[in-house]
């Protein structure tokens, strides 16, 4: 007879093939007829059909009709394989594990994408498994991660059934040297949680440059699924991960029907499954409920008299204290003293037993001195806990004030004070706030204070003791060996006087993190009044070119009219700002950098948000000031077209809007892309040239791009153009007659190839891009 190996390691016998088959039929035929169970198994359920292979299979579940509770619970045990394999309901889902915890642990298969050094595909495997197969038992939430693995890796795992979702991570590195060991941070691997009610999940792996520049140790992006504890990163997975990890363990949840239990209990007390000396806990992950043996009982809370009294004084022969005896209770014990001992009624573990003392002779008794004793004892006892009560708090007192000096000089609070003194009169309004005044200005850091969450930190709401409203921006972490810089930039944010930069008053180093202080800014980000509707309709056309001029011109100021160069580093419409005049103010420098003034670049861990991330700076770490530049065309393509920056609602060809814009522009589209309210409002030249500018910006290589100072003076020259035409809508004589005024014969002859003309034979507004390969 001859042996195969299946994808779990089981051994197929592929002789005697008629016999398998006829197993096989048979096994459907069981499967197909089972019915459903809410009552207890039957008393002719052997052994055997509670067991597959070396998996121990409790009910409710089970593997022949009548054995287990209903045909969710359903295993098939494939005996063809040797040893026999389990698998879920009628799927190829195989489980290793069941546990009546409310834990399935299964086998699912690794997804790989692989490229030649050429950057050809080599092998697209995704992996996809639908919600029918895992209607009832949806993914862990908390056991499992989503793991991708590799060089040039965007990894994303969705699903719609069940909760609709999209999460990924971004797995990058240059050379195996940058990879560590057993960490997922990012480099060669990166993991993100899995959402709850998860019933499916589909995999996409996607490589930016087809692991051209990494072939030699990493030819494939690799992602899974699996129970976080069980893999470990090592970088020899980015060599051949498939060969030595082609499946890994998912925990998945499971639980009772569709109910809570007080519903379940209520609606349904005969065929509630929580049986007796048992508890019951709602899911937390999907519907249903699970139960559990209650305190000091084990066994199958779901069979009847399935969980019985554990004897706690067998187990532990010193569970109660040498003073005392151990009497075992029904689903408790107890410790009793021993003759001869009395109990205090202080320890449950016996022992408080202590000795009775024996009785006083009357002759010997009292009654006046025993009143002086008890009354000396009681005011001594009262004045040694008045004491020590002092000292304590004298001592807590003391502790703490040690612990703000420690964090103050831990956090260069005192090579601030110098820098300040050295820089009197320049920084004169730079405050060094104490803890106690932030905690009182933010009642205790109370949750309703809290303006926004991110991954630097969490923003607050504070005000202080003059009733001047500030922001408060309490840092997640800061890196002890980057303190010096830290205190730099304080310094220099100070010194940034301009109207539409969030001004820094000050900042706390009293606390573990050190805490900032900036203006208060009430009318929220730009990012709510473009895409929320409840805003949309005040960014009128002319204001969205004011607000990207006010953006331009603070940025400008940064790059070259500070005393240091700062790059902002994180350009988004989230950190911009609004005030109640629409004024716009850039914010949240968590990111950004002070450049030397010797120096016109950084080499940096690259950080930033994806869809405004500059791509030359994340294949390179190379920082520039040409990275905000690119930040900033992606904005202004934000406010030109109405578009979120990175959006997986929309065709894969789109998401990416600063990918989409510039194929627009080169394909003469750029009015099928504006926001309705920029074509209804907008001077048809104003926005080509605002367009052609974002094209600019967004050149692939900085040194294409313009610098912040051109961008802010051709925006500003802008805006003095006059208002007519119109880009669509009804035009007027004046406007008619100025469109007609305009030459079109560069439109007909393509001699104006990088620039907008109006074609006066169709009545358009044409756009010739000239194609160079951006």
């Known amino acids: 007879m001859c042996y195969g190996r299946n994808a779990q390691g089981g051994t197929i016998a592929t002789g005697n093939w008629h016999k398998a088959l006829l197993f096989a039929l048979m096994l459907l035929w069981a499967t197909e007829a089972a019915v459903d169970y809410d009552e207890p198994p039957s008393k002719n359920c052997s052994n055997i059909d509670q067991t597959c292979g070396s998996l121990n299979i409790p009910y409710p579940f089970g593997t022949r009709a009548g054995c287990y509770m209903n045909d969710d619970f359903l295993i098939n045990c494939n005996r063809i394989y040797d040893p026999p ?10 489980v290793t594990n069941i546990s009546l915890s409310g834990e399935l642990r299964v086998i699912f298969r690794v997804s790989k994408d692989c490229y030649e050094k050429g950057g050809a595909r080599r092998v697209h495997n995704y992996s996809q498994y639908g919600g029918v197969n895992l209607l009832k038992f949806p993914i862990s939430s908390t056991k499992n991660k989503f793991t991708a693995i590799g060089c040039d890796t965007n990894a994303l795992i969705k699903g719609s059934s069940g909760t609709a979702y999209t999460t990924g991570c971004m797995s990058l590195c240059s050379k195996i040297s940058d990879v560590v060991e057993g960490s997922c941070s990012g480099i060669g691997c990166c993991q993100t949680a899995i959402p709850k009610g998860v019933i499916d999940y589909r995999i996409e792996i996607s490589s930016y440059f087809n692991h051209t520049n990494v072939s030699e140790f990493n030819p494939c992006s690799y992602a899974f699924v699996a129970e976080e504890k069980t893999y470990n990163f090592s970088s020899k997975d980015l060599k051949d991960l498939a060969e030595r990890h082609k499946t890994t363990q998912v925990v998945l949840d499971w639980a009772i029907g569709n109910q809570i239990c007080s ?38 809370p779901y069979l009847p008299h399935g969980c019985q009294d554990i004897n706690e004084c067998e187990r532990n022969p010193n569970l109660c204290h040498k003073n005392s005896t151990c009497i075992n209770l029904i689903g408790a014990h107890n410790c009793s003293c021993l003759p001869g001992y009395e109990d ?11 000795p009775i003392p024996p009785p006083i002779p009357k002759s010997q008794s ?12 009681s005011v001594s006892l009262l004045l040694l806990l008045l004491g020590i009560s002092w000292l304590y708090l004298g001592l807590r007192q003391r502790k703490h004030t040690q612990l703000k000096h420690k964090f103050f000089e831990q956090n260069g609070g005192f090579m601030l004070q110098q820098q300040l003194s050295r820089h009197k009169g320049s920084v004169e309004t730079t405050r060094i706030f104490t803890a106690e005044e932030l905690m009182k200005a933010t009642n205790n850091y109370h949750e309703n204070r809290i303006l ?11 005000i202080l ?10 840092s997640r972490t800061i890196d002890q060996s980057q303190i010096e810089q830290f205190i730099n930039e304080v310094i220099v944010l100070s010194q940034v006087n301009h109207r539409n930069v969030v001004k820094l008053l000050g900042c706390c180093l009293e606390t573990q993190v050190p805490m900032l202080v900036y203006e208060f800014v009430t009318n929220g980000t ?7 509707t409840d805003h949309s309709s005040t960014l009128q056309w002319q204001l969205r070119l004011q607000l990207a001029i006010e953006t331009a011109g603070a940025l400008s100021y940064l790059h070259s009219a500070a005393s240091t160069t700062i790059i902002h580093r994180d350009i988004k419409s989230t950190n911009v700002l609004l005030d109640d005049n629409y004024i716009a103010k850039v914010s949240d420098f968590g990111a950004s950098r002070l450049v030397p003034l010797d120096q016109t670049q950084l080499t940096t861990l690259v950080q930033g948000t994806l869809g405004y991330l500059d791509p030359e700076y994340f294949q390179s770490s190379q920082l520039t000031e040409k990275s905000d530049v690119y930040s900033f065309g992606v904005l202004l393509a934000e406010l030109l077209t109405g578009k979120k920056a990175l959006s997986f609602d929309r065709p894969e060809a789109e998401r990416n809007l600063a990918m989409h814009f510039v194929l627009a522009m080169k ?9 309705r309210r920029v074509l209804n409002e907008g001077n048809a030249e104003q926005v080509t040239e605002v367009a052609m500018l974002v094209k600019t910006c967004l050149s692939l290589k900085g040194e294409e791009r313009p610098t912040m100072k051109e961008v802010a003076l051709e925006l500003e020259g802008l805006k003095a153009m006059e208002k007519p035409p119109r880009v669509k809508g009804n035009m007027g004589a004046e406007e008619t007659e100025y469109l007609l005024s305009k030459p079109d014969d560069d439109c007909l002859s393509g001699v104006n190839s990088d620039s907008a003309c109006y074609d006066s034979v169709n009545g358009q507004v044409k756009i010739s891009v000239l194609d160079d390969g951006r």
């Open 344 to 354: 205090d009624g202080k320890e449950p573990d016996g022992s408080g037993c202590k």
């Open 452 to 462: 926004g969450q991110g991954g630097q930190g969490t923003v607050y709401k504070g």
């Open 465 to 474: 003791s003059e009733n001047r409203i500030v922001a408060i921006k309490k």
């Open 667 to 675: 394909e003469n589209r750029l009015f099928e892309i504006l926001d």
């Open 263 to 300: 519903e379940a209990k209520k609606d349904h007390p005969q065929k509630f499954a929580c049986k007796n000396n048992s508890v019951c806990h709602d899911s937390d992950n999907g519907p249903g409920y699970w139960c559990s043996c209650s305190k000091g009982f084990e066994g199958n």
């Open 366 to 377: 009292s009654f006046p001195l025993v009143n002086r004793i008890a009354l000396g004892v």
């Open 526 to 532: 730009l990012f709510n009044h473009i895409h929320h």
């Open 85 to 94: 394999l389990a698998f879920l309901r009628k799927s190829y889902i195989n």
